[in-house]
């Protein structure tokens, strides 16, 4: 008897692994569906290098508030004091009229806390001379730990099929 009952619970644990491995976990590298339909992460190499070199200036600036040169409005979102910077992807949109004053939701390789609100930073990427233009709205966080933002009308037509690009701040 006990060996029949060390049998089926070993085997029990075993369909529980095997039910835990199929269960399929969330890509938080991925874009919701919604998104994906009008959204679009820039992977090229001018974009890849376009991320880096806005990367390195903001790691060499004293302050993240030196280079975004929005402090005051970061800090009227997530308060006063330091904040990291964990996230800069290049993207573009295609249908500015369509994401108008619809909630977007961003997901990230770095999970941020439900109910967290992050400044979310839109930066409009012009010649190739000129420094990148930053605005702040703000960003909430769900339950699964994407960051939800309303863009308005004016900032996504300035986009739309151009480069730009989205960061975190956050406490």
Not at 45 to 53: K, P
Not at 62 to 88: H, L, Q, R, S, T
Not at 137 to 143: A, H, N
Request: charged content about 25%.
């Amino acid at each position: 008897m006990k060996k029949f009952l060390a049998l089926l619970v070993a085997l029990t644990m075993m369909l529980t692994a095997v039910s835990a491995l199929a269960t399929s976990s969330i890509d938080v590298t991925d874009l919701t569906e919604e998104e994906t339909e009008f959204t679009t992460i820039l992977d090229d190499e001018e974009s890849i290098a376009l991320v880096n070199d806005e990367l390195t200036k903001l790691t060499e600036a004293e302050d993240p508030n030196d280079y975004f040169k929005k402090g005051d409005e970061i800090a009227a979102i997530i308060g006063e004091g330091p904040y990291n910077v964990f996230e800069m992807v290049a993207f573009t949109i295609s249908d500015a009229e369509a994401l108008a004053g619809r909630d977007l939701e961003w997901s990230f390789a770095t999970s941020y806390e439900e109910g967290t609100v992050v400044a979310v930073l839109i930066g409009i990427v012009g010649e190739a001379d000129e420094e990148i233009e930053w605005n702040v709205y703000e960003g909430t966080v769900d339950e699964l730990g994407h960051v939800h933002v309303t863009l308005d009308a004016e900032i996504l037509e300035q986009i739309e099929d151009g480069t730009a690009l989205i960061a975190i701040a956050s406490k």
